[in-house]
């Protein structure tokens, strides 16, 4: 059974990653190629963000193949057979605890090491490639707005990296109107600057106080385009970027360095752990859930959407619970409320699934009672 989980897990796993990765993926896709970044950008980007899929995924995924595991069992009723040989459900849930532990040791891994330090790294190549302004204008035949109030033009880019035929408008100051034109230009590093050098160009300058139209032509002209980007510090103070040691040791130090409330910090914190913890429980409530109840020539369908229905029960919980910790730190127990509320489901649902009669008998004992009531 565990070697059938983990194959089932795998696969689940694999379709959904791959269906969340590339919706994400063919976004970003649009927004990195109409900004001018290479293919090589594109992978690497979409790669950093492949951890936080993964972790959104991986509790579905182990739901899915414990429901499909068991599923299978009862259509082609080798769980008769294997109770018929003297297993209880509780050596059954057996396998499943260790599938489930295996998948919350991913989890963790996921939460604690991989999610924050992909995203903090995300975030610098994010900062490096909106501060690359060359890779920005180095697109020819399109008309470019790097910045609020300027207009770039370049009508060929030659293999050598001659710029043919430029246009640059520049509206940011709004007593006059500056454009360059010229027949060719070339793209100068200069330490942390960037600078365009026209040659044979005109400079036309509108004074719209006046109206009046200014022209100037020159042989050579070098502009500053490295004043178009904002070079503002990056952030890296944000609790998703923190560490779980840190956030364990000193909560209120990283409140006040991201600028968050405390409550925040202790929400990602806990977090971090419920998410492992969750995976356990949503293969255990799968699981059970199917366990319950006899074999029916109509199938368990309606078993499988009540362990549907659990499982968005627990997730609603867990909605629920988050508010209440963001205003009020002291509160973040709660967060645990859906892992045992699922702990909960899972003894219920294996005590019925040990006392199969149980259920019968209530129902049988209320019909009795109402039947006397009755007469």
């Not at 050596?91 to 989890?107: C, D, P």
Request: proline share 3%; net charge positive; glycine share 6%.
């Amino acid at each position: 059974m565990l070697s059938q989980f983990m194959v089932l897990f795998g696969f689940f796993a694999l379709v959904l990653i791959a269906i969340f990765w590339i919706n994400k993926a063919v976004r970003m896709f649009d927004r990195l190629i109409a900004d001018g970044q290479s293919t090589l950008v594109f992978l690497e980007f979409t790669a950093l963000t492949l951890p936080g899929v993964i972790g959104v995924i991986l509790p579905i995924a182990a739901f899915a193949a414990s429901v499909h595991v068991m599923h299978r069992l009862v259509v082609e009723s080798e769980l008769t057979i294997i109770q018929a040989t003297g297993f209880s459900p509780l050596r059954l849930v057996r396998a499943v605890l260790v599938f489930g532990v295996i998948v919350a040791a991913l989890m963790s891994v996921l939460a604690h090491v991989l999610i924050p330090s992909s995203l903090s790294q995300l975030r610098l190549r994010q900062d490096e490639v909106s501060r690359n302004i060359s890779v920005k204008l180095l697109t020819e035949g399109e008309f470019l707005h790097p910045a609020p109030g300027i207009t770039f033009y370049i009508r060929e880019i030659t293999p050598e990296g001659e710029l043919r035929d430029v246009f640059l408008s520049d509206r940011r100051d709004l007593d006059r109107t500056v454009t360059y034109t010229s027949s060719r230009a070339y793209l100068v590093q200069e330490a942390q600057d960037v600078r365009l050098v026209m040659v044979s160009g005109l400079a036309q300058t509108v004074q719209r106080g006046g109206a009046r139209l200014f022209t100037t032509h020159f042989d050579d002209f070098s502009y500053d385009i490295s004043t178009l980007i904002e070079r503002a510090a990056i952030n890296l103070n944000k609790v998703a970027f923190a560490s779980t040691g840190e956030m364990l040791r000193e909560p209120e130090a990283v409140a006040e360095r991201t600028g968050r409330s405390l409550g925040a910090v202790m929400a990602e914190l806990h977090g971090r752990f419920t998410a492992a913890l969750m995976c356990v429980i949503a293969a255990l409530v799968g699981f059970c859930t199917l366990l319950v109840g006899r074999f029916s020539r109509f199938g368990i369908w309606r078993r499988v959407v009540l362990a549907f229905g659990l499982l968005i029960a627990l997730k609603m919980v867990e909605s629920a619970v988050l508010t209440p910790v963001l205003v009020h730190a002291a509160l973040w127990p709660l967060l645990y409320l859906p892992v045992l509320s699922g702990l909960v489901m899972t003894l219920l649902l294996l005590w019925l699934a040990m006392h199969p009669e149980m259920p019968g008998r209530a129902v049988r004992r209320a019909w009795r009672g109402l039947a006397g009531a009755g007469a």
